[in-house]
């Protein structure tokens, strides 16, 4: 039964704490991409250097030195210098190269293979990091102005109760100044306070004393003497 009871009467949260802490989760989480984009930039940078260099031992291609040396041979051949069966076994030879070639051309292919393929898939990555960033980024803006503007509205019907309170006192004031002022018409009566001269209660419009009119203020003077 007790625990029933507590639990009825707990108080329910506090709305504008609710959109502080939703602000802060947003503002932690888009930190966290933030972060995220940082370290995989930097793994993107490391592995696509590892790319470059496993490219970097590709074998350059035979075929220009081989058909420049098979135009020297037809020559031959046609000037009787050498016979086609040195042509055949020239293109056999030729062939061999060729399939060396491609071979090891495609061992350094295979090798880069799984590094161009984390690459993408860190690049990817990374997109998604800037997505998510640029999309938190905008919902913790909308959250820290809807918080900012739900903490001024709170503050500013607190600062009106108080103004409320403020100038209700000071209408009992000047309502006891009155009745003394009924009481003794012959002495002058002085309200003496040494915390202030001057009070104001200012609003949104409102200039300081002497500087001009106070639209929304309420503005009243004590008179101070020893």
């Known amino acids: 039964m007790s625990a029933t ?4 009467s707990q108080a329910a949260p ?3 704490e609710s959109l502080k802490v939703a602000v802060l989760e947003l503002q932690g989480e888009y930190r966290i991409h933030r972060d995220a984009i940082a370290i995989v930039d930097r793994r ?3 592995v696509e250097a590892q790319v470059e260099e496993i490219l970097k031992k590709r074998p350059s291609s035979p075929r220009p030195e081989i058909m420049a040396e ?3 041979l037809l020559a031959d051949v046609g000037l009787g210098a050498k016979s086609k ?3 055949y076994e020239f293109d056999a030879r030729a062939e061999e190269a060729r399939l060396a070639y491609a071979k ?3 061992n350094v292919e295979d090798e880069a293979r799984p590094f161009a393929e984390t690459a993408s898939a860190l690049r990817k990555r990374q997109s998604f990091h800037e997505t998510e960033a640029t999309r938190l980024k905008d919902e913790h803006r909308k959250a820290l102005i809807v918080f900012l503007q739900t903490q001024a ?4 019907a607190e600062y009106s109760d108080r103004g409320k309170e403020t100038l209700e006192k000071m209408n009992r004031v000047l309502a006891y100044q009155r009745f003394l002022r009924t009481a003794k018409p012959q002495e002058r009566i002085v309200i003496h306070n040494d915390s202030f001269k001057e009070f104001c209660i200012p609003s949104s419009g409102c200039k300081p004393p002497g500087q001009g009119p106070f639209p929304l203020a309420a503005h009243l003077t004590f008179i101070i003497t020893r």
């Not at 009871?5 to 009825?8: C, F, L, M, P, V």
């Open 70 to 72: 098979r135009e020297e």
């Open 153 to 156: 509205e709170s503050i500013g």
């Open 14 to 16: 506090d709305p504008l």
């Open 85 to 87: 069966k040195d042509l």
């Open 104 to 106: 090891a051309h495609k």
């Open 5 to 8: 009871k507590d639990k009825g």
């Open 44 to 46: 993107v940078v490391e």
